[in-house]
């Protein structure tokens, strides 16, 4: 069956760093992409990054663009998400998901992982 396994979060300051992993598994995940999707304490779920299968793909949501990067190593089946220059209102639980299809604009899910906390506080 299909498994999304992310790790990474915890709590970081204001201007700080942090790397999420999603390990994934009972699926080709070289042939899928993957987003990561976000959700702030009392607030919707917003979408943050999108990669298509080869990696050769990404966009972002504006409010994350030039501060988080999106990767994945197809060999380790394993989804990255390198965010920078992190602000408080980037906390939230952060989901790792297989997306049905690549758009710039986003995409719908199947499947997601658990999540992983990232608070971001000084």
């Known amino acids: 069956q299909v498994q999304l396994v992310e790790s990474g979060g915890g709590l970081v300051q204001p201007g700080g760093s942090l790397r999420l992993s999603c390990a994934a598994s009972?699926?080709?995940?070289?042939?899928?992409?993957m987003s990561w999707v976000r959700q702030a304490p009392g607030k919707g779920l917003e979408w943050v990054s999108v990669i298509n299968s080869g990696g050769g793909s990404t966009s972002y949501a504006d409010s994350v663009k030039g501060r988080f990067t999106i990767s994945r190593d197809n060999a380790k089946n394993t989804l990255y998400l390198q965010m920078n220059s992190l602000k408080p209102e980037d906390t939230a639980v952060y989901y790792c998901a297989k997306s049905l299809y690549y758009s710039d604009y986003g995409s719908e899910y199947d499947y997601w992982g658990q999540g992983t906390q990232v608070t971001v506080s000084s």
């Open positions: 009972g699926f080709t995940f070289s042939s899928y992409a």
